[in-house]
């Protein structure tokens, strides 16, 4: 009776099934493969055509000379300060805002609906169109506050768009920190707010700092917003305060690009420019790696 109710492996059905997993398994693993390769050939596609169109026009000049509509002696001076200045407000504005969101959801506010109505939200605003964020900044700082077309239009209309994704990787980053370690501050007699102070920001700053970094990467390159509240790039003064008019890298690019059609020039100009912006994206990101790493072998 006992031999009778033992159960055995059929091996047949085992080599069935494992020749269709392994079949699942190489199907997939090369359809990974393709949809990597085919993203890195696209991106150097796009780094070779703008390095070529670009080749005779990066220059000093280019970088120091103001905006003309003379193609060989226009530059992004005015540009660059500009975008400079946009990240002087956006920066700040969502550093402390998103981060201060982030610890009151997560360390603060009570479980309940409006919690998950406040938390939904935030997660949804994470994915609406840009465009949307540029019409809100059109009616509440341009024209409700007054600001027009200036800096801290630009800015604050950027924080706004940004916001959500700080928000989101904030609380991921302090989700992330063990409960012990809270729980070992409370043990030695320190206070709420002394334990987020000094456990968990500092366990989740790595975290933290590269959500923030890559959120103003992407404010850095927007232009739908900026287009909206009706940021110029004609010959305007070079910016000296957050009131000033100004225009951004991003907005160079799209009217130059636009005015390609008519000067040929204006697409070489436009090369030029991507490819400082995507200097300065890499040197934001490589700073974000170097202040993750700096904090993660501290902490």
Known sequence: MVEEKKQYINQ?????KMSKRLLLNNIVKYLFLFAASFAVAVLAILLYRV????IGWLNLNFLTNRLSTNPDRAGIIGAVVGTVWLMIIVGPVTM??????AIYLEEYAKR?????????????????????????????????????????AGGLTMSLLVLPIVVVSA????????????????????TKWQTIKNV???????????????ALSRAIGETAPLVVIGIPA??????????????ALPMQIYYWTIDSVLVDEYANLAAATIVVLLIILFVMNSIAIIIRNKFQNRY
Do not use: W
Not at 234 to 247: A, C, E, Q, R
């Open 171 to 190: 609380q991921e980053a302090i989700r992330s920190v063990p409960y012990f370690l809270r729980e070992a501050s409370y043990g030695m007699g320190a």
């Open 12 to 16: 047949d059905v085992v080599k069935r």
């Open 96 to 101: 402390i805002i998103g981060i201060g969101t």
């Open 200 to 214: 968990v920001l500092p366990s989740a700053l790595p975290s933290i700092l590269t959500g923030l970094i890559l």
């Open 112 to 152: 309940g609906r409006l919690h998950s109505f406040i938390q939904t939200n935030i997660t949804n605003l994470a994915g609406v169109p840009s465009i949307v964020f540029g019409l809100l900044g059109l009616t509440i700082f341009v024209r409700v506050f007054g600001f027009g077309s200036s800096i801290i």
């Open 234 to 247: 004609l010959l305007i003064p070079i910016p000296g305060s957050i009131f000033d008019n100004f225009t």
């Open 51 to 54: 390095s070529v169109d670009s």
